[in-house]
């Protein structure tokens, strides 16, 4: 993916993010609220929003690659979208929300599950952290950045996803450290080998006002 360099290490609408999905954080937040567990996220055929205040993460590399997504309720078909995966060894996000617009054609309504962690002095934390990100908005700062690695060659962050999206000879970033201010971002599906969600609260309604932004 393309980037651009503003003022040394510091860039606009640079796609790293790290944030789950809303509607599987909502089937199991209870557990990752009390606990770090294992946690693997998306929505059916749909991209979810999210907003951080800051996120800091240590050992990040991003690379591209493919995911596939269901388009029916019924599992059945299935496209191809070109996502930025972004990993961090770990990662720690202040002031988390993450929303989703779900349409439900019997009862013709839309309907939006709001989930906020990370707002009551403890940082939502995540370890070996992958995000499949389509989009994203935020003031970031980088430290020991390499731009321009092989995805083979990459020597920071979780290792390469193992799913055959990713081409062996493609273009990669890494750095030691990254921070990210008032992230906004949209992403296809999250990974995490640990997610800890402290303070977390979910809603679930028909205000448009629910989605993060």
Request: proline share 3%; hydrophobic share 40%; net charge neutral.
């Amino acid at each position: 993916m393309e980037s651009r360099v503003r003022g040394g290490t510091r860039w606009k609408r640079f796609a790293v993010v790290m944030v789950p999905s809303v509607a599987a954080a909502a089937a199991v937040g209870v557990g990752l609220a009390q606990g770090a567990l294992a946690a693997s996220f998306s929505v059916s055929g749909q991209q979810f929003k999210v907003t951080v205040d800051h996120l800091h993460g240590e050992g990040f590399a991003q690379y591209g690659g493919i995911d596939t997504v269901y388009t029916s309720t019924e599992g059945k078909k299935k496209t191809q979208v070109p996502v930025a995966i972004s990993s961090f060894d770990d990662a720690t996000l202040t002031n988390m929300c993450q929303s989703v617009k779900t349409e439900i054609p019997v009862l013709n309504k839309t309907f939006y599950l709001r989930l906020e962690a990370g707002n009551k002095g403890k940082a939502v934390e995540a370890k070996n952290l992958y995000i499949d990100v389509a989009q994203l908005d935020a003031d970031a700062e980088f430290k020991n950045i390499d731009i321009g690695v092989a995805v083979q060659d990459k020597t920071r962050g979780p290792a390469v996803k193992d799913d055959k999206t990713t081409q062996p000879g493609g273009f990669a970033q890494q750095a030691e450290t990254a921070d990210l201010y008032g992230v906004e971002q949209t992403a296809w599906a999250t990974t995490a080998g640990t997610f800890k969600l402290s303070g977390l609260s979910m809603k679930l309604g028909a205000d448009p006002k629910m989605e993060c932004y």
